[in-house]
């Protein structure tokens, strides 16, 4: 494995919930940290939320309180849960270190949100 892989994208509707899942190409703890980025057409790829090497988190104001990141230690991996979703969620979610190493970046994947 030599880059990010994320699973668990779908569609919901509105107030739906979804847990996306991060596999790292490397120890998680490697990384000084890591982070939940998404990308929707036409615009700017933006930094979703974070969390370090030492569990302390960050989020984009818009998503505080309806989401959560964690790492699981024993699988080596990172999951991000959505809850309460809107249709301004749906874009195309990535995991990647924190700031985004290019050699790392997966196919990501897509979140739809209906309305």
Known sequence: QVQFVESGGGLV???????????APRNIFSFAAMGWY???PGKERELVSSI???GSTNYVESV???FTISRDIAKNTMTLQMNGLKPEDAALYYCNSVPGSRDYWGQGTQV???S
């Open 13 to 23: 509707q509105p107030g739906g919930s979804l847990r996306l899942s991060c596999a």
């Open 38 to 40: 998404r990308q929707a």
């Open 52 to 54: 370090t090497n030492r």
């Open 64 to 66: 505080k309180g309806r």
């Open 112 to 114: 739809t949100v209906s």
